[in-house]
């Protein structure tokens, strides 16, 4: 099992950036696929960033593609989001989730393991 904790959200003005991390317990971290979601008010979670279990490859909507970035530590047990050019609709709880399923998933259904998420709020 992991456990996950996310840091770093906040509020922010559009332009801006932000960078979200995600700490996770358990000896096995470096087995798993991570993936960051997000939930705004009244919307479904959506697929924001995926990387693979080495931390080499990654993918990501449209939506946040060429903005966004994320990267995964083994040796600190930790993934991280960095956020560029940030836009009022990207305004959500951010999570962190962990699959052993597979490589790059992009459905919340395929992750086992979420943290307790955290606020980004932009502002025009």
């Known amino acids: 099992q992991v456990q996950l904790v996310e840091s770093g959200g906040g509020l922010v003005q559009a332009g801006d950036s932000l960078r979200l991390s995600c700490s996770a317990s358990?000896?096995?971290?470096?087995?798993?696929?991570m993936g960051w979601f997000r939930q705004a008010p009244g919307k479904e979670r959506e697929f924001v960033a995926a990387?693979?279990?080495?931390?080499?490859?990654?993918a990501y909507p449209d939506s946040v593609k060429g903005r966004f970035t994320m990267s995964k530590d083994n040796a600190k047990n930790a993934v991280y989001l960095q956020m560029n050019s940030l836009k009022p609709e990207d305004t959500a709880v951010y999570y962190c989730?962990?699959?052993?399923?597979?490589?790059?998933?992009?459905?919340?259904?395929?992750?086992?393991?979420w943290g307790q998420g955290t606020q980004v709020t932009v502002s025009s």
């Open positions: 989730a962990a699959t052993l399923r597979g490589s790059l998933l992009q459905h919340r259904s395929d992750y086992d393991y």
């Open positions: 358990g000896r096995t971290f470096s087995s798993y696929s």
């Open positions: 990387i693979s279990w080495t931390g080499r490859i990654t």
